[in-house]
């Protein structure tokens, strides 16, 4: 069974160090999350999918009762989506009980407190920016960072917008178009600035500098405004713009390394692979 599920509205959260994959339903207003991931937490088990075939065999099948499990995608390691198996608060709270695991009890109270996390942040939004301040904060951000990560992110968001109004396929249109502004203003690909930077997983976003964060807004603010006049409609016609944008922050950050003699593209990175993980988006 295949529910609708919202695009953005993603996130890991972490229990005891470990990343449980979780997406919001905006239909039905509530969290579904991974139930191999929640399975792993609580037995340790080195082979999860099996173990919970044989949960799913041993107490729900022969019983022939509705699944309270659906299958929606969530990126796996490898950064591709899958159809996964996931459950709400509720239907993972039965699951529990048919897992002997003294991590239980702790796991039902975590799990209760962040399946009601999103919906204090549906009601008022700023309970969402202030927790993602308060994460950045303990991860020894400056105010300025952390107001420059902001601003390039409602920047960022103002673009997506456009192009989801305007014939953009989301995720890998997205990706491309974002790879060909970040390209244009620092002449690298994302990938290739995240291998500068020594990253993995982490979000490159997360561990840029004060300048790099400007120039990043500065090249998407621009993509926007020229799409705009322009009417770009579909990733060919948004492709030429996206370089345009990345353009005029190209040209600004030459200025830029010309008065100063530094380079703004830098290996500095400001979260460590730990701390990256640990972020709640």
């Given at each position: 069974m295949l529910k609708k599920q919202s695009s953005q509205?993603?996130?890991?959260?972490?229990?005891?160090?470990?990343?449980?994959?979780?997406?919001?339903?905006?239909?039905e207003q509530k969290w579904y999350f991974s139930v191999v991931d929640i399975?792993?937490?609580?037995?340790?088990?080195?082979?999860?999918?099996?173990?919970?075939?044989?949960?799913?065999?041993?107490?729900?099948?022969?019983?022939?009762?509705?699944?309270?499990?659906?299958?929606?995608?969530?990126?796996?390691?490898?950064?591709?989506?899958y159809l996964t198996d996931c459950a709400d608060v509720k239907g993972i709270f039965r699951i529990i009980q048919s897992i002997p695991s003294k991590k239980a009890e702790p796991f039902k109270q975590w799990l209760a407190?962040?399946?009601?996390?999103?919906?204090?942040?549906?009601?008022?939004?700023?309970?969402?920016?202030?927790?993602?301040?308060?994460?950045?904060k303990q991860f020894g951000m400056s105010?300025?960072?952390?107001?420059?990560?902001?601003?390039?992110?409602?920047?960022?968001?103002?673009?997506?917008?456009?192009?989801?109004?305007n014939e953009v396929k989301k995720e890998i249109e997205y990706a491309k178009l974002t790879d060909i502004i970040h390209q244009e203003w620092s002449e690298l690909?994302?990938?290739?600035?995240?291998?500068?930077?020594?990253?993995?997983?982490?979000?490159?976003?997360?561990?840029?500098?004060?300048?790099?964060?400007?120039?990043?807004?500065?090249a998407e603010l621009s993509t926007t405004k020229i799409a705009k006049k322009e009417?770009?409609?579909?990733?060919?016609?948004?492709?030429?713009?996206?370089?345009?944008?990345?353009g005029i922050a190209k040209s600004a950050k030459q200025q830029l390394e010309e008065a100063t003699g530094e380079k703004v593209v830098s290996s500095k990175k400001y979260l460590t692979p730990k701390q990256g993980i640990k972020k709640i988006i």
């Open positions: 509205n993603k996130s890991i959260i972490i229990f005891e160090d470990t990343p449980v994959r979780r997406i919001w339903v905006e239909k399975i792993k937490i609580l037995t340790d088990s080195p082979t999860p999918r099996q173990y919970w075939s044989k949960i799913k065999d041993r107490e729900f099948k022969q019983f022939q009762l509705s699944p309270i499990w659906v299958q929606l995608k969530l990126k796996s390691a490898d950064g591709k989506k407190k962040v399946g009601y996390e999103r919906l204090q942040e549906t009601v008022d939004p700023e309970i969402a920016i202030n927790r993602v301040r308060k994460n950045w105010e300025k960072w952390i107001e420059q990560r902001m601003r390039g992110q409602e920047i960022r968001n103002k673009l997506t917008d456009y192009w989801s109004e690909t994302t990938e290739q600035h995240k291998k500068l930077k020594n990253l993995k997983h982490e979000n490159l976003r997360n561990n840029m500098t004060e300048a790099e964060l400007l120039f990043t807004a500065l009417q770009a409609k579909g990733y060919n016609e948004n492709a030429v713009s996206a370089k345009k944008g990345g």
